[in-house]
């Protein structure tokens, strides 16, 4: 049974917009830090942002390809993670994944799948004209 669930993808197109969701009905995200992936048609799922927990210092990270455009928002009322992505270009194209991790160092660069325990079925973004 999948711990977290990912909605919002679909189809787009270039320099459009969309919000990702990674909600969960069994962990309160908050306390945990959260990571978003993307795996690119015939390519490996790579680590694109990620956040700590609310109970330390606020930190974010984003790799380059993605920093100015993409926005991780927590709404803890909600048990939500949103990925807010802008200016949405073909390469963004390809099945995003959030996850949980239990420790704050697994947020600090570049996410790694190892440092996550738990994930979500992914949902398909496709930008295209």
């Known amino acids: 049974q999948l711990q977290l669930v990912e909605s919002g993808g679909g189809l787009v197109q270039p320099g459009g917009s969309l919000r990702l969701s990674c909600t969960s009905s069994?962990?309160?995200?908050?306390?945990?830090?959260i990571g978003w992936f993307r795996q690119a048609p015939g390519k490996e799922r790579e680590g694109i942002s990620c956040?700590?927990?609310?109970?330390?210092?606020?930190?974010?990270y984003y790799i380059d390809s993605v920093k100015g455009r993409f926005t991780i928002i927590r709404d803890n009322a909600k048990n939500t993670v949103y990925l807010e992505m802008n200016n949405l270009n073909v390469d963004d194209t390809g099945v995003y994944f959030c996850?949980?991790?239990?420790?704050?160092?697994?947020?600090?660069?570049?996410?790694?799948?190892?440092?996550?325990?738990?994930w979500g079925q992914g949902t398909q973004v496709t930008v295209s004209s």
């Open positions: 956040t700590r927990s609310v109970t330390g210092p606020t930190y974010y």
């Open positions: 996850a949980r991790a239990t420790v704050p160092s697994a947020c600090f660069l570049q996410p790694r799948e190892d440092d996550y325990i738990d």
């Open positions: 069994r962990f309160a995200l908050q306390q945990y830090p």
